[in-house]
T-cell receptor
Framework: DGGITQSPKYLFRKEGQNVTLSCEQNLNHDAMYWYRQDPGQGLRLIYY???????QKGDIAEGYSVSREKKESFPLTVTSAQKNPTAFYLC????????????FGSGTRLTVV | AQKVTQAQTEISVVEKEDVTLDCVYE???????LFWYKQPPSGELVFLIR????DEQNEISGRYSWNFQKSTSSFNFTITASQVVDSAVYFCALITRGSNYQLIWGAGTKLIIKP
């Protein structure tokens, strides 16, 4: 079955540590996205990539980094520079123009302890 | 500028009641696409519907229906005979050339269906 896989589902991190969230898709989509969602809030775009080896900052990129070495993969690193990393992170993918909508993964819940 | 407004932060109804979630959008583009997504407590966003700006026909899918009116820039979502499983957060979203084909999200409406 085609879809997006995010792992892990739950992640705990100590303050000051970097952590990488995985996102893999087998939908042959060109574009991929990372969103952050805080409790009771909407979605905020962190980074997006419309083609391999290229990506752009979203609205809240500070403290995060990404790579897009393969079409299928778009990992997100939450660095120690991110002041409030505890949140729910959603990965999505779409065809380049996005006008058919996005397909979402099941999310990763990150908690800093 | 592109914008999506979901003025209803939270709605609570008793099971079997009908409920309408409002969505108002802003864009100067003539070609655009509107979406509704459902986010159940598990967190994953589930695609419900896509509508392009040239198709104003209303759509019905089981207990779900959507009313698209360009004259009022609205794309409202109605659930008929609501069920507890409909409890979720519902997001309306817009995509246009002017948004660089990035989804512009509404803030979401939390729907609570009481048994």
């Amino acid at each position: 079955d085609g879809g997006i896989t995010q792992s892990p589902k739950y992640l705990f991190r100590k303050e000051g540590q970097n952590v990488t969230l995985s996102c893999e898709q087998n939908l042959n989509h060109d574009a991929m996205y990372w969103y952050r969602q805080d409790p009771g809030q909407g979605l905020r775009l962190i980074y997006y990539s419309q083609i391999v080896n290229d990506f752009q900052k979203g609205d809240i990129a500070e403290g995060y980094s990404v790579s897009r070495e393969k079409k299928e993969s778009f990992p997100l690193t939450v660095t120690s520079a991110q002041k409030n990393p505890t949140a729910f992170y959603l990965c999505a993918s779409s065809h380049t123009a996005g006008n058919y909508g996005y397909t979402f993964g099941s999310g990763t819940r990150l908690t800093v302890v | 500028a592109q914008k999506v407004t979901q003025a209803q932060t939270e709605i609570s109804v008793v099971e079997k009641e009908d409920v309408t979630l409002d969505c108002v959008y802003e864009t100067r583009d003539t070609t655009y696409y509107l979406f509704w997504y459902k986010q159940p407590p598990s967190g994953e966003l589930v695609f419900l519907i896509r509508r392009n700006s040239f198709d104003e026909q209303n759509e019905i899918s089981g207990r779900y229906s959507w009313n698209f009116q360009k004259s009022t820039s609205s794309f409202n979502f109605t659930i008929t005979a609501s069920q507890v499983v409909d409890s979720a957060v519902y997001f309306c979203a817009l995509i246009t050339r002017g948004s660089n084909y990035q989804l512009i999200w509404g803030a979401g409406t939390k729907l609570i269906i009481k048994p």
